[in-house]
């Protein structure tokens, strides 16, 4: 089993501040990397997709990718109450076509 | 948009019985996937399908089986459920090829009670 591991949380950062959300994979032939927004009692949605090492911006949004440490982040600037959710990482594996292994998820708690 | 509609909501069952969830997507995605979410444990592949008539197994696919007679339906079989089934089922479709289509599109889910 390939691993995808995220700090369950809650992370619970003020409103405007930047949060910061983490993630370690460890099939090291991994090449494809996600960020899903989960809001309670709905379905993930896509809000960010990295492939190379270093930052992808869109937005408030900031993915970070590590390879060789075999790291990857998401940064939300300017944090509101409306990001209040779960953000699940995800991980394109080498050996399975295109299915994604999903982390556990990290919960955002934005306090207004 | 892509649509991904999976036929209930919600669906509550008796031990022993065989389940059936279906998943409809209407952008001709050849990609299809079967995920349950579970508090603590996250999302994890069932089966998932590249092609029509085509299935492969994923992590946790014990009890589980799959059909896929039309490249936009894609079924989730349950043999005979047990109350350790009792789930959220997401069926998630993606375009084949990688770099910006590698997006999933998931369904709203089938919340599973086995009694």
């Known amino acids: 089993q390939k691993e995808v591991e995220q700090n369950s949380g809650p992370l619970s950062v003020p409103e405007g501040a930047i949060a910061s959300l983490n993630c370690t994979y460890s099939?090291?032939?991994?090449?494809?990397f996600f960020w899903y927004r989960q809001y309670s009692g709905k379905s993930p949605e896509l809000i960010m997709s990295?492939?190379?090492?270093g930052d992808k911006e869109d937005g408030r949004f900031t993915a970070q990718l590590n390879k060789a440490s075999q790291y990857v982040s998401l940064l939300i600037r300017d944090s509101q109450p409306s990001d209040s959710a779960t953000y699940l990482c995800?991980?394109?594996?080498?050996?399975?076509?295109?299915?994604?292994?999903f982390g556990k998820g990290t919960s955002l708690l934005v306090t207004p | 948009d892509v649509k991904v509609t999976q036929s209930s909501r919600y669906l509550v069952k008796r031990t022993g019985e065989k389940v059936f969830l279906e998943c409809v997507q209407d952008?001709?995605?050849?990609?299809m996937f079967w995920y349950r979410q579970d508090p603590g444990l996250g999302l994890r592949l069932i089966y998932f399908?590249?092609?029509?008539?085509?299935?492969e197994k994923g992590d946790i696919p014990e009890g589980y089986s799959v059909s896929r007679e039309k490249k936009e339906r894609f079924s989730l079989i349950l043999e005979s459920a047990s109350t350790n089934q009792t789930s959220m089922y997401l069926c998630?479709?993606?375009?084949?090829?990688?770099?910006?289509?590698?997006?999933?599109?998931f369904g709203s889910g089938t919340q599973l009670s086995v009694l």
């Open positions: 998630a479709s993606s375009n084949q090829g990688a770099g910006t289509n590698e997006k999933l599109f």
């Open positions: 099939d090291r032939v991994s090449q494809s």
């Open positions: 990295i492939y190379s090492n």
């Open positions: 995800a991980v394109k594996l080498a050996y399975s076509g295109y299915a994604l292994n």
């Open positions: 952008m001709d995605h050849e990609n």
């Open positions: 399908s590249y092609d029509v008539k085509m299935k």
